[in-house]
């Protein structure tokens, strides 16, 4: 247990590559490119041949140039977000349990459940086969994470039934984290943004509790390194101390003219 501190302290700030290199590449490709252009309209119907291979090398120039652009541009992109946040490799989500099952797990910023199952499809008499479902839905790279926890299904599984492993987020996010959330939302430096926290004992067909352990905010760009990137984490208030916190409930309904 308690895996969630060590998985914040294992989070690194990262440099962005220089740049320099690949701008004057681009620089050169871009001077080689001008002089081959006016070298292939000088060129006689009868140097066909010679054209053809000026064409070549200008085809070869521009893919390097548009690969190296593509480069940079990455590059630009993640300089807000490597300045700000620490990066987190997505091998902890690989974590597994003694029955193989996850230690971690991930919730959508949209959906407080996280769930597994292999549900049988199909009509009686015939062959049935198993569906793997993985919900909510998530980015290749972290979908990827999951993918032997079906193997691990199918062993426990017992012939013609579905199993499903299942984890709730039934906590509440401080008002500060969760306005923390929502600027980095509008931000749009990330194209999700995940909660990582650590499940209770999981129980086949039943919804693991969620330790009060602090889950960790993270951002994720699927083109940028497969990585996640760390927000911040936080307390989970129990739902219902927070109800208390927001108002003070009284012990019987005031009188009205209905009573």
């Given at each position: 247990m308690n895996l969630?501190?060590?998985l914040a302290e294992v989070a690194r700030y990262v440099e962005l590559p220089d740049m320099s290199a690949h701008r004057q590449q681009t620089e050169t490709n871009n001077t080689l490119i001008a002089r081959l252009e006016e070298v292939a309209k000088s060129f006689l119907p009868v140097e066909e041949q010679a054209r053809r291979k000026v064409s070549e090398q200008l085809l070869a120039l521009e893919g390097q140039n548009s690969a190296l652009m593509k480069q940079m541009?990455?590059?630009?992109?993640?300089?807000?977000?490597?300045?700000?946040y620490k990066r987190l490799s997505?091998?902890?989500?690989?974590?597994?349990?003694?029955?193989?099952?996850?230690?971690?797990?991930?919730f959508s910023m949209r959906e407080s459940t996280f769930s597994m199952s292999v549900e049988l499809i199909g009509a009686p008499l015939k062959t049935f086969k198993p569906s793997y479902q993985l919900k909510p839905i998530f980015p290749e790279s972290i979908a990827q994470c999951y993918?032997?926890?079906f193997e691990t299904l199918e062993s426990h599984r017992s012939a013609g039934k579905n199993l499903k492993i299942s984890c709730e987020f039934n906590?509440?996010?401080?008002?500060?984290?969760?306005q923390q959330i929502n600027e980095v939302e509008k931000e749009r430096l990330f194209e999700r943004i995940f909660l990582i926290a650590e499940p209770g004992e999981w129980q086949f067909d039943l919804t693991a509790p969620m330790p009060a352990d602090d889950p960790l905010?993270?951002?994720h760009c699927e083109d940028l390194s497969k990585s996640l990137w760390l927000i911040t984490s936080f307390d989970v208030t129990p739902i219902e101390q927070a109800m208390l916190s927001?108002?003070?409930m009284p012990d019987k309904a005031p009188g009205g003219v209905l009573n």
């Open positions: 969630i501190p060590r541009e990455k590059a630009q992109k993640a300089a807000p977000i490597v300045e700000r997505l091998d902890p989500l690989r974590w597994r349990d003694n029955r193989g099952l996850p230690r971690l797990v991930v993918a032997d926890v906590g509440v996010i401080p008002d500060g984290v969760r905010v993270v951002g927001y108002t003070s």
